[in-house]
């Protein structure tokens, strides 16, 4: 107290910090019978090196597979773009004909409700992607960056291979996300 008095006779300005509201962030598994596919891009600058990772898992939060690319030299939304064409792609070869697709990047959802957004350089294989998603039972959404974490790190892991990896087991970088989002554990947005 007697610091808060000093402080006041030097009229000096005490600015309290701003209360932070926290908003939880919870990874959701797909309803019965249907797979969920969370879907992130990674860039080093913009141009730069970019990545794409996604997590494949179905309604009982097991884990189906996952993928990261490496891309070479591309911007950081075309990154993110070709993370969610890669998962359609998969799930068509996989048979995963009930898929929602999970992103953290804003534009890529808003690009399925208009592919004005989409660069004419993907333009083709946006057009392909969609052609495969009429024979689907299909649903995208956003969800908060707090949420994609294994997406996100597989996008990481993606900058440092060579080019493209499948796995069929929980990477040892994914699992601690993996198994927090399995149990239903949630993660914390400051906003």
């Known amino acids: 107290m007697t610091e808060f008095v000093i402080l006041k006779r030097f009229n000096v300005k005490i600015n309290p910090p ?36 996604g997590i494949f898992r179905n309604s009982d939060s097991d884990f189906l597979g996952a993928f990261s690319i490496n891309l070479g030299v591309t911007s950081a939304l075309n ?14 070869v996989k048979e995963w004909h009930n898929l929602w697709l999970e992103t953290d990047s804003m534009l890529v959802f808003l690009a399925f409700k208009s592919s004005k957004i989409i660069p004419c350089s993907l333009r083709n294989r946006w057009d392909n992607c969609l052609y495969l ?27 440092t291979s060579p080019s493209y990896s499948w796995f069929n087991s929980v990477s040892p970088r994914v699992n601690v996300e993996f198994v927090r989002n399995k149990t239903g554990f949630p993660n914390n947005r400051l906003y």
């Not at 209360?19 to 730069?48: M, Q, R, S």
């Open 79 to 92: 990154s993110e773009l070709i993370g969610a064409m890669v998962a359609i792609k998969i799930a068509h």
């Open 133 to 159: 998603l009429s024979r689907f039972n299909f649903n995208v959404s956003h969800i908060y960056r707090e949420g994609n974490h294994c997406a996100d790190q597989l996008a990481y892991l993606g900058l």
């Open 18 to 53: 701003k209360h932070h509201n926290i908003k939880e962030v919870l990874w959701l598994p797909p309803i019965f019978n249907w797979v969920k596919c969370n879907t992130d891009g990674a860039a080093h600058g913009n141009p730069g090196l970019p990545a794409c990772g």
